[in-house]
């Protein structure tokens, strides 16, 4: 049976517990509105697919918190986050301010959307370091944390792929690398 996201609220319950379908209804509904406006910024089909992945990680991260509410139609929503990272992106890149961005936060809806936005650029960050990081931290302690974190891997299974006597020794090596990502991660993160 296939759930009805005829509302914004359906589409962001079933964004909240994971559906595949509620994130193709909301790319489907919102990618082509935000693909004409990118167009006529000058974007690219390649920028506007970036900016709503960026968006629906936005949206993703806003569906699962209990507090948030929406209080505009998901379109405005939607709109005003692809428009403040498109905007953000545009200055970073040409160091550029854009008198738009300001307008929106004395909009009539009186909605802010830095908070969100601003959350998700320093989690995206994070991530760029932490990449870093593991890209330093070199073989296997990298792959092996991979195993374990990104793709779900058992110790039982680690203890196989990476020929280790038993999943506790998988799982010592694991924490010994960790520990070094760790070390390396806030190393390269400490300010000048």
Known sequence: MKKDFSTDT???????????????????LYRPMLAKWMKSKGGKDEDTDDIFQDVLMVLLDKAKDPEFCLTCKL???LFAISKRIWY??????????????????????????DDDINGFLAKEAQFGQLA????????????????????NKGMQEIAQVFN???P????????????????IFFEQNVPA
Request: aromatic content about 12%; charged content about 30%; proline content about 3%.
């Open 10 to 28: 359906a589409l962001l319950e079933g964004l909240a517990l994971g559906s595949r379908e509620a994130a193709v209804e909301i790319y489907r």
């Open 75 to 77: 379109s405005t929503y």
């Open 88 to 113: 953000k992106k545009l200055q970073q890149d040409a160091n550029v301010f854009y008198p738009d961005m300001e307008d929106e936060e004395d909009s009539p809806t009186g909605m802010h959307y």
């Open 132 to 151: 870093s990081a593991l890209v330093k931290l070199g073989e296997p302690c990298s792959s092996l944390l991979k195993a374990f974190y990104f793709q």
């Open 164 to 166: 280790y006597t038993n």
């Open 168 to 183: 506790e020794n998988a799982k010592n090596q694991k924490y010994k690398c960790l520990m070094r990502l760790r070390k």
